[in-house]
């Protein structure tokens, strides 16, 4: 069975850094992109960037390019997403989830979600 | 980016009813849409992509139609573990995008 299990919900302030974790489980890692999508409270899905685990190539929505980082190692089967430095703003779910072939594609399995609470 | 409209933003309705959510693109899409189902705090599950492809091990009272800028999820003899937000998603080109959502409320 395909799976996504992803990091612990995290509390974190203003200015701090963090980098949340996606491992998948029951298929080849190298061969499914993975995306990231965030839902703000009570709000839709947004996508925010997609890795290929096989070459790390990586691709970002221009609404968050240059605000996140999209990494993964191969090695653990973990995909990664990281802040330099999170703002209020950044209070969200974020859920990871896999496409099946090409992309651009639809997400098929997703994690359970990070919640992620940015507070001073 | 493709902007993705949905129609009714929320609607109720009976165990039983039949259930159509609208979702529109803002320029045709090729038939590549995808319908996800979201129950509160849980992770959205894919129900049908390619418009109307249902999703493996997904109920065959979900189906989906629609073509260039216009698609629909139907939803015969809704069910009890129906009633959630369903957002469709354009993968024709890059951004993808969602919807913004329809919630199913129990009447």
């Known amino acids: 069975e395909v799976q996504l299990v992803q990091s612990g919900a995290e509390v974190k302030k203003p200015g701090e850094s963090l980098k949340i974790s996606c491992e998948g489980s029951?298929?080849?890692?190298?061969?499914?992109?993975i995306a990231w999508v965030r839902q703000m409270p009570g709000k839709g899905l947004e996508w925010m960037g997609i890795?290929?685990?096989?070459?790390?190539?990586?691709r970002y929505s221009p609404s968050f390019q240059g605000q996140v980082t999209i990494s993964a190692d191969k090695s653990i089967s973990t995909a990664y997403l990281q802040w330099s430095s999170l703002k209020a703003s950044d209070s969200a779910m974020y859920y990871c989830?896999?496409?099946?072939?090409?992309?651009?594609?639809?997400?098929?399995?997703w994690g359970q979600g990070t919640l992620v609470t940015v507070s001073s | 980016d493709i902007q993705m409209t949905q129609s009714p933003s929320s609607l109720s309705a009976s165990v039983g009813d039949r259930v159509t959510i609208t979702c529109r693109a803002s320029?045709?899409?090729?038939?590549?849409l995808a319908w996800y189902q979201q129950k509160p705090e849980k992770a959205p599950k894919l129900l049908l992509y390619?418009?109307?492809r249902l999703e493996s091990g997904v109920p065959s009272r979900f189906s989906g139609s629609g073509s260039g800028t216009d698609y629909t999820l139907t939803i015969n003899s809704l069910q009890p573990e129906d009633f959630a937000t369903y957002y469709c998603?354009?993968?024709?080109?890059?951004?993808?995008?969602f919807g913004p959502g329809t919630k199913v409320e129990i009447k």
């Open positions: 989830a896999t496409t099946r072939s090409q992309w651009p594609n639809r997400f098929a399995p």
């Open positions: 029951g298929y080849t890692f190298t061969n499914y992109w």
């Open positions: 890795i290929y685990p096989g070459d790390s190539d990586t």
């Open positions: 320029q045709g899409i090729s038939n590549s």
């Open positions: 390619a418009a109307s």
């Open positions: 998603q354009q993968y024709y080109r890059t951004p993808v995008t």
